[in-house]
Nanobody, 122 residues
Framework: QVQLVESGGGLVQAGGSLGLSCAAS????????MGWYRQAPGKTRELVAV???????NYADSVKGRFTISRDNAKNTVYLQMSSLKPEDTAVYYC????????????????WGQGTQVTVSS
């Protein structure tokens, strides 16, 4: 089995910083893209940032210059460092990984974490 475990969510004041981490565990053969998505109440889930196995990144326009995504391939872990936080950033943040299990080495699929709440107060 494969699971993604997230940590780092919480309550912060506007203008503050917060770091999230997500570690993938299980019988993993290879991980392609990892990323972060978020969903606010009454809204659809949206992409925040993604990073490839080679380190290429892509960010939503709303977080460019404020958020930084990174990963440690040896630890199968992805990070999201958030700064200059705004109340509009309040949402449940979900970790995502596109990976192949040892039982199907050439078959990639998406796995999701359970989500962690980030609340930014004004």
């Amino acid at each position: 089995q494969v699971q993604l475990v997230e940590s780092g969510g919480g309550l912060v004041q506007a203008g503050g910083s917060l770091g999230l981490s997500c570690a993938a565990s299980g019988s993993i053969f290879s991980i392609n893209v990892m990323g972060w998505y978020r969903q606010a109440p009454g809204k659809t889930r949206e992409l925040v940032a993604v990073i490839s196995s080679g380190g290429s990144t892509n960010y939503a326009d709303s977080v460019k210059g404020r958020f930084t995504i990174s990963r440690d391939n040896a630890k199968n872990t992805v990070y999201l460092q958030m700064s200059s936080l705004k109340p509009e950033d309040t949402a449940v943040y979900y970790c995502n990984a596109n990976l192949a299990h040892y039982s199907g080495k050439n078959y990639y699929r998406d796995y999701w974490g359970q989500g962690t709440q980030v609340t930014v107060s004004s």
